[in-house]
């Protein structure tokens, strides 16, 4: 198992723009959780996602979305992107999302120009 | 609010001393909490979990309710310990969250 992958590893965009991260979780994994962290500070939760579900949302305005799919992976999703939107996006992967061991990806690195 | 908060940016030590790496937590219930680590260039890992009691890579980590206290501890730091490590905790359905890290530097 490769573990958990996300894609792209890299994105630069322009304010104003939209963008789309994908993540395939842990064969098995039925939850998702997405985090932003920016340099500096440690990773801030964004959403989490278990069978399909929201469960848990950050403190994150509505420019930020995200889905799952029925094969567990997921997407997320950032509109009229700000400056303050660069940092590098990482997903998570967890057997059901009830405080069990998350695993993580490598993370994809936005830059917002 | 649930909160993690490690005070320390960096800690730098000598091979072979002791590291004790500062995480609190402010919680309400019982919370799950966890250390992660990066290493240079890789992704963030767990390292351990108070749940499981486990040493790993000779680093412990004592749960102390009474002081809400979760700090990690190696009696003889290596060079390789080198990374970034962030505390985390977790309740039941409710987010993760993470202390802003600290960076381990070793020095031979």
């Known amino acids: 198992d490769a573990g958990v992958t996300q894609s792209p590893t890299h994105l630069i965009k322009t304010r104003g723009q939209h963008v789309t991260l994908r993540c395939s979780p842990i064969?098995?994994?039925?939850?998702v959780s997405w985090y932003q962290q920016v340099l500096g500070q440690g990773p801030q939760f964004i959403f989490q996602?278990?069978?399909?579900?929201?469960?848990g949302r950050g403190n994150f305005p509505d420019r930020f979305s995200a889905r799952q799919f029925p094969n567990y992976s997921s997407e997320l999703n950032v509109n009229a992107l700000l400056l303050g939107d660069s940092a590098l996006y990482l997903c998570?992967?967890?057997?059901?999302?009830?405080?069990?061991?998350?695993?993580f990806g490598p993370g994809t690195r936005l830059l917002v120009l | 609010a649930q909160r993690v908060t490690q005070p320390e940016k960096l800690l730098s030590v000598f091979k072979g001393a002791p590291v004790e790496l500062k995480c609190n937590y402010s919680?309400?219930?019982?919370?799950?909490l966890f250390w992660y680590v990066q290493y240079s260039r890789q992704r963030l890992q767990l390292l351990l979990r108070?749940?499981s009691r486990e040493s790993i890579k000779g680093f412990t980590a004592d749960l102390n309710k009474g002081e809400t206290s979760f700090h990690l501890k190696k009696p003889f730091a290596q060079e390789e310990d080198s990374a970034m490590y962030y505390c985390?905790?977790?309740?039941?359905?409710?987010?993760?969250?993470f202390g802003t890290g600290t960076r381990l530097l070793v020095s031979p």
């Open positions: 108070h749940i």
């Open positions: 985390a905790g977790i309740a039941g359905f409710q987010k993760l969250v």
């Open positions: 998570a992967s967890s057997l059901e999302g009830q405080g069990e061991t998350q695993y």
């Open positions: 919680y309400s219930g019982s919370p799950e």
């Open positions: 996602y278990y069978e399909k579900e929201e469960r």
């Open positions: 064969s098995g994994h039925k939850s």
